[in-house]
């Protein structure tokens, strides 16, 4: 698929910035805590997704031609917050390593990274929707984009800070997950209703993501199963050693959720259709 | 600001394709690279079968997606209208590829580039007309202001077709005079 590098490119920004919210939350919530691996994580998968999103261009070297229509582009607009997304949260990675004190600073440089990639994705949304494309059209990719930040956020934030919650309530994780991938699913299911009322080109796109109905129904048992081990994870408290190994159950919802996640973002990419009939 | 465009004559069209050649060659393409090109509809069943060609290219809108979406400003609009594509700014992003709802820029591998119609502004400039419509049998396609092209020929040509994705997206700068089989919603799109 042509599209790999920015499926990865807006897969890991997301998660990243799903990272940044949580730990930024993280830090009001608890006292002195300051989740260096969540830190770590975010900064590395923002890098990697601005890395990959140069792999997609035609002429890398002039990356940053992007920047000369922020007035009008939203792949502009986007391009920029992407970038400062990712300064911002190497900036706290950075802050983490090299400065111990500083809670006050960490917490503002955590907010200004959240704030900006709640921004990015709303830009990403944007982006998709306004082109030629009518599966990209309406308000599923938003709320897919969002839906990914929360729960690939929430989740990637608990399993790399378990350590240091150890000793708190974990429900919301679990319930922030679960509430999202619903809305998730009931939107897409909407559009995909629409979708195969629309014009010929929708049609087409519909017309590819029945071919994968079966991909398709594995995603939603992925994304939703790992929810639901994830809620059934964080509700049982002071369990541990009762139940099996809690990193273990707790990697499993990663697996099945990040897994699910990203056939979705597949299936986004590959059921793009223009239009029917173009010069080629 | 002028506003030039296209005129396409559907009742002269017999699909030779001629255009499509003439403006390959013009801009000297690779296969597997077209800036204008000619498709054939086809429908109906015997005693009355029909077919109708459609020859397109850019139709340098009046309010091009393509131009609005370019991240680097490479997609452009011209004094005369014409939307131009400057390659020394081009990125090779692809997002007028998904922009433009014609289907028009080409994203060519070996440059890293896009490339489309700039209904041949070197010629234009020295007085003379395009190739695909210099090049036309037919005299199917005109080129002009697009006043000028309304006063002639807008009273029996129209700009939305079924084929065509809906004009108030982008406004496109183009007059077609269709064939009365073009209005069919049932057609399948000819292979070559
Ligand atoms: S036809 Fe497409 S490429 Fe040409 S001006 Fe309109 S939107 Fe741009
Ligand atoms: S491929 Fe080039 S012309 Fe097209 S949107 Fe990107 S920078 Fe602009």
């Given at each position: 698929?042509?599209?790999?590098?920015?499926?990865?490119?807006?897969?890991?920004?997301?998660?990243?910035?799903?990272?940044?919210?949580?730990?930024?939350?993280?830090?009001?919530?608890?006292?002195?805590?300051?989740?260096?691996?969540?830190?770590?994580?975010?900064?590395?998968?923002?890098?990697?997704?601005?890395?990959?999103?140069?792999?997609?261009?035609?002429?890398?070297?002039?990356?940053?031609?992007?920047?000369?229509?922020?007035?009008?582009?939203?792949?502009?607009?986007?391009?920029?917050?992407?970038?400062?997304?990712?300064?911002?949260?190497?900036?706290?990675?950075?802050?983490?390593?090299?400065?111990?004190?500083?809670?006050?600073?960490?917490?503002?440089?955590?907010?200004?990274?959240?704030?900006?990639?709640?921004?990015?994705?709303?830009?990403?949304?944007?982006?998709?929707?306004?082109?030629?494309?009518p599966v990209?059209q309406g308000l599923n990719?938003?709320?897919?984009?969002?839906?990914?930040?929360?729960?690939?956020?929430?989740?990637?934030?608990?399993?790399?800070?378990?350590?240091?919650?150890?000793?708190?309530?974990?429900?919301?994780?679990?319930?922030?997950?679960?509430?999202?991938?619903?809305?998730?699913?009931?939107?897409?299911?909407s559009a995909s209703f629409d979708l195969s009322i629309g014009?010929?080109?929708a049609?087409?796109?519909a017309?590819?993501?029945?071919?994968?109905?079966?991909?398709?129904?594995?995603?939603?048992?992925?994304?939703?199963?790992?929810?639901?081990?994830?809620?059934?994870?964080?509700?049982?408290?002071?369990?541990?050693?009762?139940?099996?190994?809690?990193?273990?159950?707790?990697?499993?919802?990663?697996?099945?959720?990040?897994?699910?996640?990203?056939?979705?973002?597949?299936?986004?990419?590959?059921?793009?259709?223009?239009?029917?009939?173009?010069?080629? | 600001?002028?506003?030039?465009?296209?005129?396409?004559?559907?009742?002269?069209?017999?699909?030779?394709?001629?255009?499509?050649?003439?403006?390959?060659?013009?801009?000297?393409?690779?296969?597997?690279?077209?800036?204008?090109?000619?498709?054939?509809?086809?429908?109906?069943?015997?005693?009355?079968?029909?077919?109708?060609?459609?020859?397109?290219?850019?139709?340098?809108?009046?309010?091009?997606?393509?131009?609005?979406?370019?991240?680097?400003?490479?997609?452009?609009?011209?004094?005369?209208?014409?939307?131009?594509?400057?390659?020394?700014?081009?990125?090779?992003?692809?997002?007028?590829?998904?922009?433009?709802?014609?289907?028009?820029?080409?994203?060519?591998?070996?440059?890293?580039?896009?490339?489309?119609?700039?209904?041949?502004?070197?010629?234009?400039?020295?007085?003379?007309?395009?190739?695909?419509?210099?090049?036309?049998?037919?005299?199917?396609?005109?080129?002009?202001?697009?006043?000028?092209?309304?006063?002639?020929?807008?009273?029996?040509?129209?700009?939305?077709?079924?084929?065509?994705?809906?004009?108030?997206?982008?406004?496109?700068?183009?007059?077609?005079?269709?064939?009365?089989?073009?209005?069919?919603?049932?057609?399948?799109?000819?292979?070559?």
């Open positions: 698929m042509g599209e790999m590098s920015l499926l990865i490119f807006s897969f890991a920004l997301q998660s990243a910035i799903g990272i940044m919210v949580f730990l930024t939350l993280g830090l009001f919530l608890y006292e002195n805590k300051v989740f260096k691996k969540a830190a770590f994580t975010a900064a590395g998968l923002s890098i990697l997704g601005v890395l990959a999103s140069l792999a997609h261009l035609g002429q890398p070297l002039a990356a940053l031609n992007a920047l000369l229509n922020i007035g009008s582009s939203w792949l502009s607009r986007e391009v920029l917050l992407s970038g400062v997304f990712m300064g911002l949260a190497v900036l706290y990675a950075l802050l983490v390593q090299f400065k111990a004190e500083g809670h006050g600073l960490r917490k503002a440089v955590g907010c200004a990274g959240s704030i900006v990639g709640l921004v990015d994705i709303l830009a990403m949304g944007k982006l998709y929707s306004t082109t030629s494309v990209w990719t938003y709320v897919d984009f969002y839906a990914t930040a929360i729960a690939v956020g929430a989740l990637l934030f608990l399993a790399l800070s378990y350590q240091e919650l150890k000793e708190e309530s974990k429900s919301i994780y679990g319930l922030a997950v679960l509430a999202s991938v619903i809305i998730q699913a009931a939107v897409a299911i014009g010929m080109a049609q087409a796109s017309e590819i993501l029945r071919g994968m109905a079966v991909v398709i129904f594995f995603k939603w048992l992925l994304i939703l199963g790992g929810a639901a081990i994830l809620l059934w994870f964080s509700l049982s408290k002071g369990q541990e050693g009762k139940t099996a190994s809690p990193l273990g159950i707790l990697s499993l919802s990663v697996l099945a959720l990040i897994g699910g996640q990203l056939i979705g973002r597949y299936t986004f990419y590959v059921s793009m259709v223009v239009t029917s009939v173009g010069l080629t | 600001m002028t506003q030039l465009g296209f005129f396409f004559d559907m009742t002269a069209c017999g699909g030779c394709k001629t255009c499509q050649i003439a403006c390959s060659d013009k801009n000297d393409l690779k296969p597997g690279m077209l800036f204008r090109k000619v498709n054939g509809f086809e429908g109906g069943k015997f005693p009355k079968p029909w077919i109708y060609y459609l020859s397109t290219t850019c139709n340098h809108c009046e309010r091009p997606k393509c131009v609005e979406g370019c991240p680097t400003q490479a997609m452009h609009k011209l004094e005369n209208g014409i939307v131009a594509h400057d390659k020394d700014k081009c990125i090779g992003c692809r997002y007028c590829v998904w922009s433009c709802p014609y289907g028009v820029p080409q994203f060519n591998e070996e440059t890293g580039r896009v490339g489309k119609c700039d209904m041949c502004r070197d010629l234009i400039e020295e007085g003379e007309n395009p190739a695909c419509v210099d090049s036309c049998t037919m005299r199917a396609i005109e080129w002009g202001d697009v006043e000028e092209l309304k006063a002639k020929y807008g009273e029996d040509s129209v700009k939305d077709l079924p084929v065509l994705p809906d004009s108030s997206k982008t406004k496109p700068s183009v007059f077609i005079k269709a064939k009365a089989e073009a209005s069919n919603r049932e057609f399948i799109l000819k292979e070559d």
